[in-house]
């Protein structure tokens, strides 16, 4: 008899997952079953290619891509709603993946208003609205689980990136209130912080040297791959983690 996978045809959303950490979550939680919705906001050809690799050689329909803003209510309620008639199921799993970094690295002096919003817009207001449509969502398959991605940065309290930093403690604080606030449901809240990730936002404008000299200062000798960060998630995604509810799990390596 074949045994199922442990995510086996759970449905689950991951928001910005059409390149970078995303994508390999989304790709990570499929090889463990689910049924994976992929998100994104502007490049509907990236967001095709993950999905295609998703449901490859598959006899059914495991993978669909749904374009978002996850900034604006109605378009995270779209987004739960596609998902829902699309695979004729509640939602299990929220994934929230997608974010924006200043890639000049702007000081807080420095950051323009126009900037530090949209940072705000989508880090910490799309976490929100994506927490609170989720909240209510996962409700009715008795059960599910809530993952935000964070920056290890939190920690770090790094010079350059006070707009994006300040944003994910943010998250990683509603993370644990939202946990607590769901209390009896079966629905857990979790937050996952990369540190240097060799995937999406942290390559950009970075030298070979560069990241290489960021690896080197690495307790483990290299940046992280997108596979150390989606395994994480991908355990927080299963029933073998009920346990683990209201925290946040630093992925970076041992460097904060």
Known sequence: MATSLPLQDRVAIVTGSSRGIGKGI????ASLGAKLVINYTSNSNLADLVAEEINANQPTLRAITIQADISDPAGVKYLFDSAEEAFYSPVHILVN???VIAYDSPTIANITVENFDRIMNVNARGAFLCGKESANR???CGGGRIIFL???LVAALEPGQGAYTAAKAGVEAMTKILAKELKGTGITAN???????????????????MVKKIGEENPIGRIGESKD??????FLATDSA????SQTIRANGGVV
């Open 191 to 209: 937050c996952v912080a990369p540190g240097a990730t060799a995937a999406g936002m942290f390559l950009v404008g970075k030298t070979e040297e």
């Open 26 to 29: 989304a790709i990570h939680l």
């Open 150 to 152: 964070s920056t290890s």
């Open 97 to 99: 993946s997608a974010g």
């Open 138 to 140: 996962l409700k009715r």
């Open 242 to 245: 009920e346990w683990v509810n």
């Open 229 to 234: 960060i989606s395994h994480i998630v991908g």
